[in-house]
């Protein structure tokens, strides 16, 4: 076991798939030479060529339709999108190709690819970097979803992610990259796509987060917990879809009351949608109604970052109005 | 279009709130300005409000039954011209939404300029049609005005409601316990019914008591029930007696009126209970809660006064007013009020003071169709009594009529209560609260009497007395009594309190 960060657990897990793997290619805007804005792919260059580790023109339209390319002449392509804001020239590529190859070939062939992309604010990024655009992914049939929060879930993640026969979206929480660490074990392991975590237990109220925000509702889990002995259950849904709506409901009937925290804007987030499902799985267990923690319905603001997004001081009345209903 | 708040206006006398007794609009009507809209009813009387501005009715603020504050909005009138001009837009604008998207579809599809198809000209697209299930529904003629909007205000969501508030999860509780939650009286917050409500009723079981009772309601058959729950007086009313409205006697439970069999239920009908009658109730209820009645009765010979009658009636007649006996007594209330100035007074309980009318304006207690009402004879002690019985006579036709105002209906300061023909011996009459005294006037009978050692025909009168006993002490009550009696065996007297 090693000790490291987000960004040396997905590098130490790139590292290894193209080791095992020779069909594993690496893409995106300076991720060869420079080895990528966030030092993820360090490294990679070096040990792996120019012809597995392809520093791209600035044009996302593009990589991503080289990748999807790639991955149906049989290549395991891994394309980096610069930060998740940047990935809208590619969004017709995904929506229109990628998303849509196993059911066009009426499952003759498939797209596996997994695009990476640093997702989320917190980091003074303004606008342009900062962006939790996961919900139009999830909207878009055909496409997994990925958000971890920890080193050991990215490296687990990214290997079944990079495994899978389909296109996988997988976003890193960059104020996550360097401000969580924790052992993550050498060599290979995998963690399965769709299993959620519950990573605090607890009785009076459900808490589902993922990414960055979920060390907000942690925090506001033990804070309402020495405060006023409420104990939330937190679930880390690690990856957002296909979801693990089991063992959310499983969470929801035992405390009737629910949490959503998410970064992107609330309306049509995918927090609306966890609700309904929550909604049509789990009604009749509810005890109070579900309410959602988000950013708001702006644009990500540079200056007033941290009253956009939903922290600690915006979860804690939350759980606390939730669970004394 | 602008919307007009139309608010409960204060027409003085203290009145501070109206109950809406019949709506003659519903939502959706188009009025012209005084149309009549609301009958509501303020302390003692009903007036028709009429539409301050033409428009046209966008909601209503209550419903039949409810209590509207004064200040609070009455009716929401859309102004404007025929008033109709948005369901008018949307009338117009549904058909043509549904002759555009097939032509729409076709120029997309086939790349040709909306020309009238000739079938199917797309090629990317394998099968445009020219209609589909359900676009019928745009050809339909839209209505002219739009459906009336149910109440806005409907029936106090409260406690026995129809609707219930509870969580997903109490309710699927209450299903399992076989508990129906409108029999359950809510303890948390906005009038939610708990686990733990539901839980404590459970437990108690079918046990005897107020929820019980209810429970039995709630079992009613629905078309019964229905009767008094679809009435927003019915429910409010319970709601009210919950939190010891004023009127009511404090957390008393309201008490269900259930036949023991749905077949007897069948056999009876119900109302809302609302309008005057309500109000007589509330009032009656108020007196008697708060004011110590005691009551005097003692006989007057009013034989000299029937002579006196007798002998004045022609003389009214002549100036065209039907003299009766009231006017007498009223006169001879009045004076015996000027000298016992407590009978005419009332008790301010917020200040707690003793507050002393030295103006006379005397109730009298008239029975309408609707039920009791009390016009008053304005300082009734500057009137003559041809005055007097002319002013009695036009406040009893307006009372039946139902056409005094507010003013005439309120201020009284000592209430007379003449029970006519059928007046029986005696009666027990109720204060009109915060008066301190009322006079019940009863049957002039021929009685044995005696008179100067001989027993002679009498023509004898009961007056029945009540007072409030928490400022009115017995005696005093008593010589006021004596003091009218006296008054009215000797009529003559009343020449002396001639002004």
Known sequence: MTEMNMVQAINDALRLEMRRDDRVVVLGEDVGKVGGVFRVTQGLYDEFGDDRVIDTPLAEGGIIGAAIGMALYGLRPVPEIQFADFIFPAFDQIVSEAAKYRYRSGGE?????????PVGGGIRGGHYHSQSPESLFIHTAGLKVVCPSNPYDAKGLLLSAIRDEDPVLFFEPKRVYRAAKGEVPEGEYTIPLSEAKVVREGKHVTVVAWGAMLYEALASAEEVSAREGIEAEVIDLRTLWPLDLDTIVESVKKTGRVVVVHEAPKTCGFGAEILTLINEKAFLHLEAPPVRVTGWDTPFPYTLEMDYLPLQHRITPALIETAKF | MAIFDFKLPDIGEGVTEGEIVAWSVKAGDVVKEDDPMVEVMTDKATVTIGAPKAGTIASLGGAVGQVVKVGAVLVQIELGGAGTASSAATSAAAPAANHAPPAMHTAVASGVPAA???????????????????????????????????????????????KPLATPATRKLAREAGVDLRSVRPTGANGRVTREDVQAFAAKGASAGPDAQAHAYAQLPAEVRGVAASSAAASSAAASAFAGAPGTSGARAPIAVVAPTPAQAARETRKPFVGIRRKIAERMQTSKNTAAHFTFVE???????????ARLKPHADARDTKLTYLPFIVKAVVAALKRAPILNSALDEVTNELVTRHYYNIGIAASTDQGLMVPVVRDADTLSILEVSREIDRLGRGARAGTLSS?????????????GKQGGLFATPILNFPEVGILGVHQIKQRPIVRDGQ?????????????????VDGHVGAAFAYDIIGMLEEPDRLFLELA
């Open chain 1, 109 to 117: 062939y498939t797209c596996p690819m997994v695009i990476r992309t």
């Open chain 2, 116 to 162: 009238k198809s000739d079938g199917p000209a797309a090629t990317a697209v394998g099968d445009i049609r020219e209609s589909l299930p359900g676009s019928s529904f745009f050809t339909k003629k839209a209505p002219a005005a739009p459906a009336p909007a149910a109440p806005a205000v409907a029936a106090a969501p409260a406690y026995f409601a129809e």
């Open chain 2, 455 to 471: 027993i002679v025909i009498g023509e004898v009168m009961l007056l029945s007395l009540s007072f409030d006993h928490r400022i």
């Open chain 2, 299 to 309: 006989e007057c010979d009013v034989t000299r006064l029937k002579e006196l009658h």
């Open chain 2, 407 to 419: 003013a005439e209906l309120s201020g009284s300061t000592f209430t007379v209560t003449s029970l």
